[in-house]
């Protein structure tokens, strides 16, 4: 957030870079090329906010894992 003079302020947008690093996806990887266009911005962000933290989904399958192995071996 950044003050203004007034007091007020203003929250500033995330760049596609920044939600691609947030959600745990190479840098660019939402950049692609749509009918020979870089994709908007609005298309990244949209393609971002359907998908899944790569990070959270491993911490899943990991502890998904290690449940059915404690109960194979118990």
């Given at each position: 957030?950044v ?9 500033r ?10 959600q745990?996806?190479?840098d660019?990887?939402t ?5 020979r266009?870089?994709?908007s ?7 971002l906010?359907?998908?899944m933290?790569v990070?959270?989904m491993?911490?899943i ?10 109960e194979t071996?118990?």
């Amino acid at each position: 957030m950044v003050q203004m003079e007034d007091r007020h302020y203003i929250v500033r947008r995330l760049t596609p870079l920044e939600c691609e690093r947030l959600q745990g996806f190479p840098d660019g990887w939402t950049d692609i090329e749509v009918d020979r266009k870089q994709a908007s911005d609005a298309a990244r962000y949209k393609a971002l906010g359907n998908s899944m933290a790569v990070p959270v989904m491993r911490w899943i399958g990991e502890r998904i894992e290690r449940i059915d192995n404690e109960e194979t071996t118990a």
